[in-house]
Antibody, heavy 118, light 111 residues
Framework: EVQLVGSGGTVVQPGGSLRLSCAAS????????MHWVRQAPGKGLEWVSL????????YYADSVNGRFTISRDNSKNSVYLQMNSLRTEDTALYYC???????????WGQGTLVTVSS | NFMLTQPHSVSESPGKTVTISCTRS????????VQWYQQRPGSAPTPVIY?????PSGVPDRFSASIDRSSNSASLTISGLKTEDEADYYC??????????FGGGTKLTVL
């Protein structure tokens, strides 16, 4: 069974930093591109970032480009999101998701909540 | 980048059929695949349609989708509505600059 378990979400002050983790199991992790998608409270889904199977290519939404960094460790079956210079508008539930070809997300984690507040 | 526009909400009675639209603001809707996700309250999204019209295993055939080039839109149709279908539905596509785009979501009420 495919499992994606996100962690690391907490309350952080504006301007602060945070690292999210997503641990994968139940599939060959290094066969897949992985994504982060977020959802602000009561709002819709917003794509954040992707990383290819080998970590060789990364892409970001304009709203986080230059502040967030996605990475992965295939030996640990994990993907990470380093979040710097956090803003109140970054408050959201952050989901990791597996891409099953051409930006189709076939499996999602349960989400980890990031709250940016003073 | 383009936008995907969905109705904010739709409602229909159990046993009926409902269609949710997703209109692409620029560029052809058929240029890039469209996916559809269902999100029940308090849960992560789950796919109900991928690659425009394909149904993931386990999704009932009450769920179907189509692409309409004349209106530059994709549509999700749910027939034989059940109360368990009540959820938020999101369309999603991508563009050539490697940006993934979600529609704003449609709240389906089955009453």
């Amino acid at each position: 069974e495919v499992q994606l378990v996100g962690s690391g979400g907490t309350v952080v002050q504006p301007g602060g930093s945070l690292r999210l983790s997503c641990a994968a199991s139940g599939f060959t992790f290094d066969d897949y591109t992985m994504h982060w998608v977020r959802q602000a409270p009561g709002k819709g889904l917003e794509w954040v970032s992707l990383i290819t199977w080998d970590g060789g290519s990364t892409y970001y939404a304009d709203s986080v480009n230059g502040r967030f960094t996605i990475s992965r460790d295939n030996s640990k079956n994990s993907v990470y999101l380093q979040m710097n210079s956090l803003r109140t508008e970054d408050t959201a539930l952050y989901y990791c998701a597996r891409e099953q070809g051409l930006y189709y997300f076939d499996n999602w984690g349960q989400g980890t909540l990031v709250t940016v507040s003073s | 980048n383009f936008m995907l526009t969905q109705p904010h909400s739709v409602s229909e009675s159990p046993g009926k059929t409902v269609t949710i639209s997703c209109t692409r603001s620029s560029g052809s809707i058929s240029s890039n695949y469209v996916q559809w996700y269902q999100q029940r309250p308090g849960s992560a999204p789950t796919p109900v349609i991928y690659e425009d019209i394909q149904r993931p295993s386990g999704v009932p055939d009450r769920f179907s989708a189509s692409i309409d080039r004349s209106s530059n839109s994709a549509s999700l149709t749910i027939s034989g509505l059940k109360t368990e279908d009540e959820a938020d539905y999101y369309c999603q596509s991508y563009d050539s600059s490697i940006q993934v785009i979600f529609g704003g979501g449609t709240k389906l009420t089955v009453l």
